[in-house]
Every structure is written in structure tokens, then in C-alpha cells.
């Protein structure tokens, strides 16, 4: 594909566009009377024009009926996660019986980590990536204390080489292989959050696996965003949040990811709840925890019905864009993008350092692009004139064109004003 700085030229890549129905879709925040260009889809995704219908039917439904909604509401809450399944394993590439909706992204790393971090004397060792987001970092620094282990000794970080912004899988294989037997498990993020680094999952599970540890991922930046093949890359297990992606609303529900080599295992420890309770006797509400032989049987409580609607409306969603369509439009877009980058740096002289790889194979649809100096004049003076983008401390502006509702123009608007700035 060859790309032109011309708008004509993205205003026929819109036209041509098979996705660009789907804009319309969706509500777009407005600045000055116009329609933003929002690139933090990576941060909070846009809402669904479809989502209040979704969640009003259950409020309805609760409003008739009380109770009884958990068997008669037009979708029964009883069972209502039972319909996340289907859609999310083709989005993160599982089984059916791998895969459960529940509570929030950090309560269920904390929970899965309970599962697959179960350090010994001799095996206790986290290995993750530096700079892994912040809400991770905890977590791993106090599961290493709850069993009483020094975090400064236990979490090992693999760190980009002098000079460098992203990780060598060379160096993370290293790293795995250097600690060898007292590993217990790997987490990585999917894609890195500050770089938007995509890391190679297959490799670095494999690496795991060959010194006897688990593998483990956070999907946040990953999951609706990049291809997956969990199940075929073996990895033991990973969960992700809805709402950046996925656009299922502020706080919205997670999910986890279990191989079923371990979620068919009931007697792999967790912590229990009763919504995680065998199916066919759970109300008899007798002692003793029989755990569903999927990864249903990680649940805790009963279904967060109104925050699953918003999941729902989204997810529909990406049904009907097609998961295929959507990488293929994303790499278009991020293509198109990292192109406009290069124009301006050839124009005005290297002045954005784009620290995300180029490979299209080793990023998502994030850019990370680090601005020397005067970084964050320009990301105030983008926000003025209507560009929604995210500031990371010291010196990085973080955007993300996402293939449902960004288009090429609002790319090639994003480097007019850029163009604008750096004339000024
Ligand atoms: C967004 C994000 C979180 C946020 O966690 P919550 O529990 O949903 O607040 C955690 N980890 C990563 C890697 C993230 O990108």
C-alpha cells in the first residue's frame, strides 16, 4: 500500500473503507461543534449509540419483574455471562469453556495469580516487563510479599537494552532461561502500555514452559486490539479489561482466560465463591466448594448484569465488523499513520521519535511517539484545537487510531495540525 499526505487521498481510503459504516455506530465526542478526533479508544473506548438500549432493557426488565428477572428477563440473569463466550474466543482466539466474564481487570489478576502463583522455597520468581502498568506492578509486588517473599528479589524485570525503548524477545528469553528453575510464573502485558510494544506471547510462553513456570498475560491493550491465538500458543492464562478496546463503559467488566488443561482441573487451588459452584446443585447451598470444570469455575458472585449489557452491545459489535476485517483495517490505519509521521520528520527534521516498533507484526494500533522538549506544548496545543490524545510523563504522547471508528482523515488531520504546530 502506498499512502499519499494529500486529503483526498485519506478521504478515498474512508470511501473505500468496508468498515465505514461503523463510525456511525458510535457516539463522537465533540469540540467546538465538530467532531473531535479522538485517538484514546487504547483509554476509555467510545460508547455505542446501541449500548442505553441494551442496558434499558434490563432496568426494564428489573423494574417489571424484581426478582424473577434471574429466569424470566428477556435475557435471564441468572446465566446472563453464559452469552459472553462465543464472541470472546474468537476475540482472544480460545475455547468456549477457557474463557468467563467477571468483576474488574486487577481483581482478577490478583485472583489468577492466587491459581497460578504459588511460589516454593526454590520457585518463586515473577518475571515481567519494566514499565508494566502501574496497577500490575502492584499486584506482583504484594502477592511476592503475601507469601512472604522480598518483591525487590522476587520480581524480576526485563529492561530494554541502553538507548533502547522496547524489549528484545531475545533478551526476555534470556532473562526466563537465566532463572531458570526458580521461576514460577511469567506476566507480561500483551502490548506494553507505555510503548504499545506487542510482544511475541507464543515465544515468551514457550520460554515459560521450558523452565517449568506459567505463563501469564494482561490483555488490557491486547484484547480487541490485536490478534490472539491463546489457546494455540498455550498460554496458561491471561484476563483484560472491556472498556479500553472494547468500549463496554468506564470500570466495565473483565475477563479471564483459562487453558482448559487447567480450567477442566478442579482441584487447581483459587479462591471459591458460589457463582463458581457446579451448576446443578449450587442451590442446595451445601458445604464444601465443587468447582465448574471451566473457567466458570474461577467466578466468585453473580453476574454484574447492567455493566454486562454495555459488554454485550459492544461485543455485537465486533460480531458484525468481523474480528478479520478489524485487523485489517487497524494495520491500514496504524500503516497510514506511521507513514504521516515519517512525512513530517522528513520535513521538519526527526522531531517526533516514534518509540513503538514499526514492524506491523510487533504493535497494535497504538503510536507512542516521544516529542523532545517541547512535547508537551504540542499536546496542549493539540488539545485545543480538538485532538483527544493521552500525555505520559516525561515526554510521551500516546495516540491510538482504532479501526471501528477512526478514520484515515482524522489521521491525516492529526498531522495537518502537527504540520501547524511545528510551523508556529
Ligand atoms: C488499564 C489497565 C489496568 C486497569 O486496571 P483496572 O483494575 O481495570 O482499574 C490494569 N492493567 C493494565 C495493563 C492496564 O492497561
Same mark, same amino acid.
Given at each position: 500500500?502506498?499512502?499519499?499526505?494529500?486529503?483526498?487521498?485519506?478521504?478515498?481510503?474512508?470511501?473505500?473503507?468496508?468498515?465505514?459504516?461503523?463510525?456511525?455506530?458510535?457516539?463522537?465526542?465533540?469540540?467546538?461543534?465538530?467532531?473531535?478526533?479522538?485517538?484514546?479508544?487504547?483509554?476509555?473506548?467510545?460508547?455505542?449509540?446501541?449500548?442505553?438500549?441494551?442496558?434499558?432493557?434490563?432496568?426494564?426488565?428489573?423494574?417489571?419483574?424484581?426478582?424473577?428477572?434471574?429466569?424470566?428477563?428477556?435475557?435471564?440473569?441468572?446465566?446472563?455471562?453464559?452469552?459472553?463466550?462465543?464472541?470472546?474466543?474468537?476475540?482472544?482466539?480460545?475455547?468456549?469453556?477457557?474463557?468467563?466474564?467477571?468483576?474488574?481487570?486487577?481483581?482478577?489478576?490478583?485472583?489468577?495469580?492466587?491459581?497460578?502463583?504459588?511460589?516454593?522455597?526454590?520457585?518463586?520468581?515473577?518475571?515481567?516487563?519494566?514499565?508494566?502498568?502501574?496497577?500490575?506492578? *502492584?499486584?506482583? $509486588? #504484594?502477592?511476592? &510479599?503475601?507469601?512472604?517473599?522480598?518483591? !525487590?528479589?522476587?520480581?524480576? /524485570?526485563?529492561?530494554?537494552?541502553?538507548?533502547?525503548?522496547?524489549?528484545?524477545?531475545?533478551?526476555?528469553?534470556?532473562?526466563?532461561?537465566?532463572?531458570?528453575?526458580?521461576?514460577?510464573?511469567?506476566?507480561?502485558?500483551?502490548?506494553?502500555?507505555?510503548?504499545?510494544?506487542?510482544?511475541?506471547?507464543?515465544?515468551?510462553?514457550?520460554?515459560?514452559?521450558?523452565?517449568?513456570?506459567?505463563?501469564?498475560?494482561?490483555?488490557?491493550?491486547?484484547?480487541?486490539?490485536?490478534?490472539?491465538?491463546?489457546?494455540?500458543?498455550?498460554?496458561?492464562?491471561?484476563?483484560?479489561?472491556?472498556?479500553?478496546?472494547?468500549?463496554?463503559?468506564?470500570?466495565?467488566?473483565?475477563?479471564?482466560?483459562?487453558?482448559?488443561?487447567?480450567?477442566?482441573?478442579?482441584?487447581?487451588?483459587?479462591?471459591?465463591?458460589?457463582?463458581? *459452584?457446579?451448576? $446443578? #446443585?449450587?442451590? &442446595?447451598?451445601?458445604?464444601?466448594?465443587? !468447582?465448574?470444570?471451566?473457567? /466458570?469455575?474461577?467466578?466468585?458472585?453473580?453476574?454484574?448484569?447492567?455493566?454486562?449489557?454495555?459488554?454485550?452491545?459492544?461485543?455485537?459489535?465486533?460480531?458484525?465488523?468481523?474480528?478479520?476485517?478489524?485487523?485489517?483495517?487497524?494495520?491500514?490505519?496504524?500503516?497510514?499513520?506511521?507513514?504521516?509521521?515519517?512525512?513530517?520528520?522528513?520535513?521538519?527534521?526527526?522531531?517526533?521519535?516514534?518509540?513503538?516498533?514499526?514492524?506491523?507484526?510487533?504493535?497494535?494500533?497504538?503510536?507512542?511517539?516521544?516529542?523532545?522538549?517541547?512535547?508537551?506544548?504540542?499536546?496542549?496545543?493539540?488539545?485545543?484545537?480538538?485532538?483527544?490524545?493521552?500525555?505520559?510523563?516525561?515526554?510521551?504522547?500516546?495516540?491510538?487510531?482504532?479501526?471501528?471508528?477512526?478514520?484515515?482523515?482524522?489521521?491525516?488531520?492529526?498531522?495537518?495540525?502537527? $504540520?501547524?504546530?511545528? &510551523?508556529?
Amino acid at each position: 500500500m502506498s499512502f499519499q499526505n494529500i486529503s483526498e487521498s485519506a478521504k478515498k481510503l474512508d470511501e473505500q473503507d468496508p468498515l465505514k459504516e461503523f463510525r456511525g455506530k458510535f457516539f463522537i465526542p465533540q469540540h467546538q461543534g465538530k467532531d473531535c478526533i479522538y485517538f484514546t479508544g487504547n483509554s476509555l473506548g467510545l460508547q455505542p449509540r446501541s449500548t442505553s438500549q441494551y442496558v434499558q432493557q434490563e432496568l426494564d426488565d428489573w423494574a417489571q419483574m424484581g426478582v424473577e428477572g434471574h429466569f424470566h428477563a428477556k435475557n435471564p440473569w441468572m446465566p446472563y455471562h453464559e452469552i459472553f463466550p462465543k464472541q470472546l474466543s474468537k476475540i482472544v482466539g480460545c475455547k468456549e469453556n477457557e474463557v468467563v466474564v467477571m468483576n474488574s481487570l486487577t481483581v482478577n489478576l490478583h485472583l489468577l495469580m492466587v491459581s497460578f502463583y504459588r511460589p516454593t522455597k526454590n520457585r518463586h520468581k515473577i518475571i515481567c516487563e519494566a514499565k508494566a502498568f502501574p496497577s500490575d506492578q *502492584y499486584a506482583l $509486588e #504484594t502477592q511476592a &510479599k503475601h507469601h512472604g517473599f522480598d518483591p !525487590a528479589a522476587a520480581v524480576i /524485570e526485563v529492561s530494554p537494552r541502553e538507548g533502547e525503548y522496547v524489549l528484545r524477545i531475545e533478551d526476555i528469553v534470556a532473562t526466563i532461561k537465566e532463572h531458570g528453575d526458580s521461576v514460577a510464573v511469567v506476566l507480561f502485558g500483551g502490548v506494553n502500555y507505555y510503548t504499545g510494544q506487542l510482544f511475541d506471547m507464543k515465544s515468551i510462553t514457550k520460554a515459560a514452559h521450558a523452565v517449568g513456570a506459567f505463563a501469564g498475560f494482561d490483555l488490557a491493550h491486547a484484547a480487541g486490539n490485536v490478534d490472539l491465538h491463546l489457546h494455540d500458543w498455550d498460554v496458561d492464562f491471561a484476563c483484560w479489561c472491556s472498556y479500553k478496546y472494547m468500549n463496554s463503559g468506564p470500570g466495565g467488566v473483565s475477563g479471564i482466560y483459562i487453558h482448559e488443561k487447567h480450567a477442566s482441573d478442579t482441584s487447581v487451588p483459587r479462591f471459591a465463591g458460589w457463582w463458581g *459452584y457446579t451448576k $446443578e #446443585t449450587r442451590f &442446595k447451598m451445601e458445604k464444601g466448594f465443587h !468447582a465448574i470444570p471451566t473457567a /466458570e469455575g474461577w467466578q466468585l458472585s453473580n453476574a454484574p448484569v447492567l455493566s454486562m449489557a454495555a459488554h454485550k452491545a459492544s461485543l455485537d459489535i465486533f460480531d458484525e465488523a468481523g474480528i478479520g476485517r478489524l485487523h485489517e483495517k487497524r494495520k491500514l490505519l496504524s500503516g497510514y499513520l506511521h507513514y504521516i509521521l515519517r512525512e513530517i520528520n522528513s520535513e521538519f527534521g526527526n522531531v517526533i521519535h516514534v518509540i513503538t516498533p514499526a514492524d506491523e507484526n510487533e504493535r497494535g494500533c497504538q503510536v507512542s511517539m516521544l516529542v523532545e522538549n517541547k512535547g508537551k506544548e504540542m499536546f496542549e496545543e493539540l488539545t485545543k484545537q480538538g485532538v483527544v490524545a493521552d500525555w505520559r510523563e516525561p515526554n510521551v504522547i500516546r495516540i491510538a487510531p482504532v479501526p471501528l471508528y477512526n478514520t484515515f482523515e482524522d489521521i491525516w488531520r492529526f498531522g495537518n495540525i502537527i $504540520e501547524s504546530i511545528l &510551523k508556529k
